[in-house]
């Protein structure tokens, strides 16, 4: 889950000091008693009355900018000329942009890059389509697709707010894999408007990266293209979640000695990200899993007007429990929490079996903090950054996609995602796995390597590998 936490924000202060009516410790006083912690200060104008200094401040909440700026902006002797947010600032214009492989410096190389030479290159591929993949960027392109439905924990916001977003994604792709991406917000939330504008959009490039549409019109939008195109098209929001958590389930079960067949699993929240979850579970062995939403345990003793909770009723919950989460939860080993915080107690977790698993990734706030369950949990992991075992879809999402890319696979199947998982989870040695180290960190470089080659492997097994690399030959 990406996590959507507000602490350690950086701000900049730009201030003018009258030096005869004001000296800088009472602004440093007025900094730290409204919620801030000085940094940096750097001078930028200095005279015999007056100064200008930029002052770098860090703030927990986002709302302790607001009032630092209102106590600087009555001190007596204190012009407050500025305050940057860094995180606006890295914003500006946009934090991706597009360069050239190959300067245009003369006649001759505007003649081959465009007119007339280029033509021949047009003609090779409309006479054999396939070729597109190495004289075009569709070779390592990925388009990363939203309709702003369902952004992190901020909703519906629509398509101009999305953005930023996606772009965040499109740095990670480069900076991760060396996968070139854009990315496409759509002005419309019609399930077959998208669908039509994607595919029309589809010849450009190698993949399509699905990115916070909400459900359950994400289901239908991604099994609609993945029949209708010949690239990948990969939801991140359900399935690169549910790689990284049966990535960190797998060390998981590995540090409390369990066994992945005989488990009983509860899911609470039944959306995207839970259903993709579960299925990859069932996909890797798990026999019983239970998925608990707002009404209780889903059960096929039950007619639900959600198709896909339909699907999942009669594909789960094997004993056909009903009932609330506090009562499902009896007895289970593993807790996947992709719902709202706070909804689980201490006690549910202490009904649960010896040693249990809590994987609590609901954003901001997790399903039950860490520390309310440290000594009775096994193992526990959320979707934030300022806990052990963060369970983040950067680490799925670029590796997945350099393997496909590298072996032009016509789809993402469930034998590479899969695949996908295990090489997460062999990054962490038998020597380092613990409780609080199941699942490596999003910078650790054997990541996405690792993931590439198992990608590859599981693609060229499964016949959906277009092309071989050289070292698979």
Not at 38 to 63: L, P
Request: proline share 4%; hydrophobic share 45%; aromatic share 4%.
């Amino acid at each position: 889950m990406r996590t959507n936490t507000l602490g350690g924000k950086s701000v900049i202060a730009r201030i003018e000091m009258n030096t005869e009516e004001a000296n800088f410790g009472q602004v440093a006083s007025a900094i730290v008693e409204a919620g801030g912690d000085i940094v940096a200060i750097d001078v930028i104008q200095t005279g015999k009355q007056v100064t200008v200094r930029d002052v770098t401040i860090t703030v927990v909440e986002s709302a302790h900018i607001e009032v630092i700026a209102d106590r600087m902006r009555s001190m007596p002797g204190i012009r407050l000329l500025h305050l940057s947010d860094r995180t606006f600032l890295l914003h500006l214009g946009g934090k991706i942009e597009t360069k050239l492989k190959s300067p245009i410096q003369n006649r001759d190389d505007l003649s081959r890059v465009y007119t007339p030479d280029v033509a021949r290159v047009c003609m090779a591929i409309h006479e054999e389509p396939r070729k597109a993949f190495t004289l075009t960027v569709k070779r390592n392109t990925v388009a990363v697709i939203s309709d702003g439905s369902a952004v992190l924990g901020l909703g519906n916001i629509g398509p101009y707010a999305a953005m930023p977003v996606m772009e965040g994604k499109s740095m990670l792709f480069k900076q991760l894999a060396d996968v070139d991406s854009f990315p496409i917000c759509l002005d419309t939330q019609d399930t077959e408007s998208i669908i039509a504008a994607i595919k029309a959009l589809a010849p450009a490039f190698g993949g399509i990266n699905l990115e916070d549409i909400s459900s359950p019109r994400c289901f239908e939008i991604e099994e609609r293209l993945r029949e209708e195109l010949d690239i990948p098209v990969f939801h991140d929001d359900q399935h690169g979640t549910a790689v990284v958590l049966y990535a960190a389930l797998i060390n998981a079960l590995k540090v409390v000695g369990k066994s992945i067949a005989d488990i009983k699993v509860v899911v609470c929240g039944v959306g995207a990200a839970g259903v993709a979850c579960s299925k990859i579970l069932m996909s890797a062995g798990v026999r019983n899993i239970i998925g608990v939403d707002r009404a209780g345990a889903l059960t096929a003793d039950t007619v639900y007007d959600n198709p896909v909770w339909q699907w999942y009723a009669r594909h789960t919950n094997p004993e056909r429990l009903s009932g609330s989460l506090q009562e499902v939860i009896r007895g289970a080993d593993v807790f996947i929490g992709l719902s709202a915080g706070g909804i689980l107690k201490r006690q549910d977790v202490l009904a649960m079996a010896e040693r249990p698993i809590v994987f609590a990734m609901a954003n901001p706030t997790p399903e039950i903090l860490p520390e309310e369950v440290e000594d009775i949990a096994g193992v526990i992991a959320t979707g934030r950054s300022d806990y052990p075992n963060q369970i983040n879809n950067v680490l799925c999402f670029p590796g997945i996609f350099r393997g496909a890319l590298d072996c032009r696979a016509q789809t993402i199947n469930e034998e590479m995602k899969l695949a996908a998982s295990e090489a997460i989870a062999r990054v962490v040695t038998d020597e380092e796995r613990g409780k609080h180290y199941i699942i490596p960190s999003v910078f650790n470089q054997q990541v996405v390597s690792g993931i590439r080659d198992l990608v590859i492997q599981a693609a060229i097994r499964t016949g959906v590998a277009r092309r071989i690399p050289r070292e698979y030959r």
